[in-house]
């Protein structure tokens, strides 16, 4: 019996039609490929500079800071320290440092291989389209600059205890007592500020008050503060018995007015001091701690101002107030 075929001239006309379509599939998942992988590449090489960018401008700005001038050459140096060191490969170009502006760096920082120094990103699916590399980049601006305000303990030094000078990295340690007022400390307006130390208003209770640089704040007249405040001396007495360091920022006021509860006090800036001894009533511990010669109605702390920096994060309010020795370095973008 003879076989019979079923193949036609349309069959034969269709051979390779299969192969066609699996090299037009083949460019269609490459390029998603390229798409979803390579762009997932950059994405995170971008990441790692942006990190890199970051940490560059901070290490720049708080040595700018500290040196009271720098170069863009010294800046880019002390970028380039850090800004390898936050990136995956250990290694990151810094494009540019620009200083501009006082009191403030922009660092740009771009793709370096780490182990053949190319300054460019190889893709790994696009480059089967014959696309090309990628250099990949990524920029932050910090700033060093007095804080603008802050929320803190509920005390404020008066401007007539203020011994820090931009020369010292710490003042004397002085007993700042809370009354009498001096007669030779008056203030911008020429009234005598009472005591080295004023109260604050609390915030609902909670020990803590806040104040704005060169704006007014509400005095607490009273000698002596709240109860709730005993747990956060209860901790600066722990932290010194323990051979820490308590330090503190606190608003510094240069003059003041009104009577009773309608008190106030111009706040000029803020200082870090360091707290070694107070005695803020008669109650015994934690209000009454190392007083030294603070004793019968004396009402005192015992401390020294000190330099200051603060590194905060993204997103705070840059700073106006005056330098009295603390800063706060922040990334603003």
């Known amino acids: 019996m003879r076989r019979l075929s079923t193949v036609t001239k349309a069959d034969h006309r269709e051979r390779g039609a299969a192969g066609v379509l699996v090299a037009v599939m083949m460019l269609v998942l490459i390029g998603a490929g390229a798409l979803a992988v390579d ?4 994405y995170a090489e971008r990441a790692q500079l942006q990190n890199a960018a970051d940490a560059g401008a901070m290490a720049a700005a708080q040595q700018c800071h500290k040196a009271g001038t720098c170069t863009v050459a010294q ?5 380039e320290e850090l800004s390898g060191a936050n990136s995956n490969d250990g290694a990151t170009a810094v494009d540019s440092v620009d200083l501009s502006v006082p009191g403030q760096v922009t ?16 893709k790994m699916f696009a480059s089967a389209l014959n696309a090309p590399p990628v250099t990949v980049r990524a920029g932050a601006t910090a700033v060093y600059s007095p804080p603008g305000g802050a929320t803190s303990f509920p005390l404020a030094f008066s401007d007539c205890v203020y011994d820090l000078s931009g020369a010292v990295v710490t003042g004397d340690v002085q007993l700042i007592q809370y009354k009498p007022g001096r007669g030779s400390c008056t203030s911008t307006s020429g009234h005598v500020i009472p005591g080295g130390f004023g109260w604050l208003n609390q915030n609902g209770g909670t020990c803590k008050a806040t104040t704005n640089a060169s704006g007014n704040a509400g005095s607490d007249p009273g000698a002596d503060y709240a109860s709730e405040c005993d747990p956060i001396l209860t901790s600066w007495e722990n932290t010194i018995l323990a051979g820490g360091t308590v330090e503190g920022t606190f608003p510094v006021y240069d003059d003041a007015g009104g009577v009773g509860k309608n008190g106030w006090l111009h706040i000029r800036g803020y200082a870090t001091f360091r707290m070694l001894g107070w005695k803020f ?37 840059p700073g106006t107030g005056a330098d009295l020795g603390t800063v706060d370095i922040r990334l603003i973008k």
């Open 39 to 42: 762009t997932g590449q950059i």
């Open 75 to 79: 800046a880019k140096l002390w970028a």
């Open 281 to 317: 009533s008669g109650n015994g511990d934690p209000q009454v701690f190392r007083p030294g010669s603070c004793s019968g109605n004396c009402r005192g702390i015992i401390g020294q101002f000190v330099k200051f920096e603060s590194i905060d994060s993204v997103g705070e309010t």
């Open 107 to 122: 660092v740009v920082t771009s793709t370096l291989n780490g182990s053949n120094g190319a300054g460019f990103l190889t």
